[in-house]
């Protein structure tokens, strides 16, 4: 019984060590979060914690974990990193997400961050499509993902075929009829071009389009 206790000890080390360790990261993950102004310093010490807690223990949590980090921090433009710094840290946040959606797939957030990384990196193309389609699939009703995932709906437009077109038409019209806020849909319409693909969206659907227009009004006077 004595060995198998210390048996037990010496597996649960290594899971506690990297808990440990993740632990000191929570405080700027949690500003990064809540968009709260950021510091370099506590970003590269949560960066170095978050290392150090996959060296002890490396699950797919930390890598996810560190990839939220890494993917924040290079897309925060207060920290106004050089385009070299922060490419190298989309770099990393990619392939901390990919090692960590292999063994943790129904991670819908960590897909659209990979979505995301892969369309900062290498702008618009088909490659963002299996993580986004990934992200709906896996997390279709999560309110605080709805403005970042239509941004990159928007920007993939021209890659997509009409199957998908109708895809994305059925979980646009879910969101819509559910009233996530609409006031961050308006929001995240730049162009003319993207206008039209709302209303396309919105085309067979009652009163959407005076309702959108009121929206987008609303949201140009701000």
Known sequence: MAMGGASLAVLAWPVAWGAWEAQKADAVVTDLRFGRSL???AV???IDALNRSIVAD???RHYLDRSELLAGAA???SLKLPDADRDALLRRARSDLQVGLANAPARGID???LATVREVLDGPSRDVLPPLFMSIETAPRIPQLWRARLRVILDVWPYLDDQQRSRLGDYFLMTWRLRMNRQD????IYTPADELIVRYFLRNEPNAQEELTKWLVASRKK
């Open 39 to 41: 510091d370099a310093s």
């Open 185 to 188: 849909l308006a929001a995240e």
């Open 58 to 60: 490396p699950v797919e």
């Open 111 to 113: 897909w659209l961050r």
């Open 75 to 77: 897309l925060t433009a």
């Open 44 to 46: 590269a010490d949560g």
